[in-house]
């Protein structure tokens, strides 16, 4: 053979990977041809299952994945795989290796292949839920958590032993049982712990409202600004007593809705545009103003129903587009978390805690009530399809206070309800579809300073008046010292009472009383039409 045939031999040997030797393949002693068995494939020696340890909520699936090794390390395929596992009724596995978790607990999943073994181990865990989910109550309250296991898709998942920690016990504690108790003002972390899962929930402790009885306000609705020869309201402060009463609201100015800041320093106050005989007067306009009406900054070009945050920082209001809005007390930072229905969304009422706004989405008079955290995420409804009106938080953040017209479901009346829904309950008598009872308070100041008691008054206004005790479910009624007479609020100390009532002159006044019903005092004006009168909260 010459030069280039063994060229020919050992470039043809190159490619196709076969090492030339002195002999045949099989041994024989010569020739170009012929063949032989390939070498065996190496043995399977190790099996990795992984993830090793892998955990998943109930229901949901997990897929495995297996690694083949021979002895010298070396990544093996096309190798048959079985699977097995050792719960098959609560964590099944497939031919392909994807477990399912079907009950809570742990199995052990098996894979073999060439007669080697590797596992791994799976947990089914459910996701807990805790009720409610933004709790608060006073120090020295207590309050009932609850646990509900759930599978992933909302399902229930069983029972486990459930574990309850506090991260503070300086600012609250919590028994086994799920039983928080508050101990000083704060937000403290609280976490439940079942079936190898966990979740958690900040519980804030308020503030108690404070018992330092001050100073009052009131608008007087027969105000008078010439050019227009109509009737402006003026907003007034005064002393408990009505003395050194003074006028915050601006000459000409329109003053509807205003609110008392938590500390009782400032006011918001809404102004109304008003045209008349062919004038314009007053502005469109939402301000912070102090209590002797200096200060003024604008929080918007106008708004209704301003209410302070608990902390005094935020203010919540609807604006005339029936969308509610929330600016900071000193005029920035304005934002819009409406949901953006056609429906107006109305009344809004923070909760004590600052973590929650309830409100009226209202298509009609009166309809439904929702919540909505700050920062517009976490809607929802908290009362069925039902006409709802002027909700009210109480004072440790356990329940709404709002009253209902005469339409069913729920019938005319005063009502409380979870923030968290449920059933309403029936504060005031008579409270069945079609029946006639009271609705809260409108005026601010419906709960009493204590914070267990709510006012409640009859269908008619002004009309008879009473409170409601949450602890104890006793309604109690309240005497005025005249007819056509309302209930305006109790003082921060419950010592006295503010209502307003119809003067011989035909024009409501206001008057004060000791909540025994004597020592009655009036306090606007003679021949002056006043609105209800709303306390100075105590620091």
Same mark, same amino acid.
């Given at each position: ?27 024989? @002693? ?24 892998? !955990? ?9 994945? #297996? ?14 795989? !079985? ?33 080697? &073994? ?12 805790? =009720? ?26 069983? &029972? ?7 991260? =503070? ?13 508050? #101990? ?44 227009? &020869? ?28 205003? *609110? ?21 007067? *007053? ?37 005339? @587009? ?94 409380? #309800? ?20 009271? =609705? ?35 309604? !109690? ?30 024009? !409501? ?31």
């Amino acid at each position: 053979m010459g030069h280039s045939g063994v060229a020919r031999r050992i470039a043809a040997a190159v490619l196709s990977g076969v090492v030339l030797g002195c002999g045949s393949p099989d041994g024989g @002693n010569g020739g170009d041809g012929g063949g032989g068995p390939s070498p065996s494939p190496a043995p399977v020696a190790t099996v990795t299952v992984a993830p090793g340890d892998t !955990t998943l909520l109930m229901e949901n699936m997990a897929a495995l994945r #297996v690694v083949l090794r021979d002895s010298l390390n070396n990544i093996l395929t096309g190798r048959t795989v !079985t699977w097995s596992t050792s719960a098959g009724a609560s964590v099944p596995v497939s031919t392909a290796g994807v477990a399912t978790g079907l009950a809570l607990g742990s199995a052990t999943i098996t894979a073999t292949a060439e007669g080697r &073994t590797g596992s791994a181990q799976v947990h089914v865990i459910p996701r807990i839920v805790v =009720s409610p989910e933004l709790p608060s109550l006073f120090p020295g309250d207590t309050l009932l958590l609850s646990a509900r296991l759930e599978t992933a898709s909302g399902l229930p998942a069983g &029972t486990a032993v459930v574990s309850w920690t506090s991260a =503070s016990l300086g600012i609250g504690t919590v028994t086994s049982g799920g039983v928080a108790s508050g #101990v000083a003002t704060g937000v403290v972390r609280v976490t439940v712990q079942a079936a190898g899962a966990a979740a958690g929930v900040d519980l804030a402790v308020v503030r108690r409202p404070g018992t330092t009885t001050r100073k009052i306000a009131w608008r007087y609705q027969d105000g008078t600004f010439p050019p227009m &020869t109509v009737e402006f309201p003026e907003l007034w402060v005064a002393e408990a007593d009505g003395s050194n009463a003074v006028r915050v609201s601006g000459y000409g100015d329109y003053p509807m809705e205003y *609110s008392w800041s938590p500390d009782g320093s400032r006011l918001a106050v809404q102004y109304w545009p008003i045209t008349a005989n062919g004038m314009t007067a *007053s502005r469109a306009a939402l301000v912070a103003i102090n209590a002797d009406g200096s200060g003024e900054v604008s929080l918007g070009a106008g708004g209704v129903r301003p209410r302070w945050s608990p902390d005094g920082r935020q203010i919540a209001y609807r604006d005339h @587009n029936g969308d509610l809005r929330v600016v900071n007390s000193d005029g920035t930072n304005l934002r819009n978390i409406s949901s953006g229905g056609a429906a107006d969304e109305l009344d809004p009422e923070w909760s004590p805690d600052g973590r929650l706004l309830v409100y009226k989405v209202q298509s009609t008079w009166c309809d439904e009530l929702w919540v909505v955290r700050p920062d517009g995420t976490g809607r929802r409804r908290i009362t069925i399809p039902t006409p709802a009106c002027d909700p009210r938080f109480s004072p440790d953040g356990k329940w709404i206070a709002y009253g209902s017209s005469t339409l069913p479901p729920s019938g005319a009346g005063a009502w409380l #309800v979870s923030p968290w829904g449920g059933a309403a309950i029936p504060i005031s008598p008579n409270c069945t579809p079609g029946g006639s009872c009271g =609705s809260p308070a409108y005026a601010p100041g419906d709960w009493l300073a204590g914070g267990y008691e709510v006012l409640v008054r009859s269908g008619t206004n002004p009309g008879p008046t009473a409170t409601y005790d949450v602890r104890t479910g006793v309604t !109690t009624p309240i005497t005025l010292p005249v007819g056509d007479s309302q209930v305006c609020g109790w003082s921060p100390d419950e010592t006295m009472i503010l209502y307003r009532y119809l003067e011989t002159d035909g024009r !409501t006044r206001i008057g004060r009383m000791t909540s025994a019903g004597t020592d009655l005092t009036p306090i606007s004006a003679l021949g002056r039409e006043a609105s209800c009168a709303t306390w100075q909260p105590s620091p």
